[in-house]
């Protein structure tokens, strides 16, 4: 309709403002909040590429390194998604399909309880490591406290608050 073939060409030619049209007229059209709205990424190395993150998490005082060298790890990144039974069953599809050993996962919208119930309800994900993205001092409370008790009930390796003083370091080398 807009004459563009990705949205790599509109980003190179500057046209934002349509990107920015095109992404009100499909998701205000469904009766969808753009607040609950993002791309959702899942990302690993497709060779023998070594993952490297580290931070001190909020459960176990790790830093990540000789462990990972040899699994191979899908890391799914979220932003402020708000799942949906379609999304939930590709992401299943995706994380059964590469049979992964560990998975690094971005809790969406902060760690909001909306967003976290559409993702845990009916689904039970389990994840070796979740990242929760926040501004200290959120007008919204993120992340939400009953997001950090559900979280603590699981077994996992450890959960990463990050925010503008708390970065957390990764990268594939």
């Known amino acids: 309709k807009y004459g563009f ?17 095109i992404y009100k007229e499909v998701f205000e059209k469904k009766g969808k909040d753009l607040n609950l709205t993002s791309t959702v990424l899942i990302h ?9 993150y580290g931070q001190r998490v909020f459960f176990n005082p790790l830093s990540y390194d000789e462990h990972l060298k040899k699994v ?3 890391t799914i ?3 402020d998604a708000l799942f949906d039974s379609e999304m939930l069953d590709r992401m299943s599809d995706e994380l059964t399909k ?12 902060h760690g909001s309880k909306k ?3 559409s993702l845990t309800h009916p689904y039970k994900f389990a ?30 390796l450890g959960v990463s608050l990050v925010t503008e003083i708390q970065p957390l370091h990764y990268y594939i080398a």
């Open 77 to 79: 990144l979220t932003g």
């Open 72 to 74: 191979k790890t899908i």
């Open 127 to 156: 994840f070796n490591h979740y990242v929760i993205p926040f501004g200290l001092g959120n007008k919204y409370h993120h992340p939400h406290k009953d997001v950090i008790n559900e979280l603590m009930t699981f077994k996992i």
């Open 5 to 21: 073939k990705s949205v790599d060409e509109m980003v190179r030619r500057n046209q934002l403002n349509e990107i920015v049209a």
């Open 44 to 52: 690993y190395p497709l060779n023998e590429s070594k993952l490297y």
């Open 98 to 109: 590469h049979n992964n050993i560990h998975t690094i996962f971005q809790i969406p919208h």
């Open 115 to 117: 967003n976290w119930d």
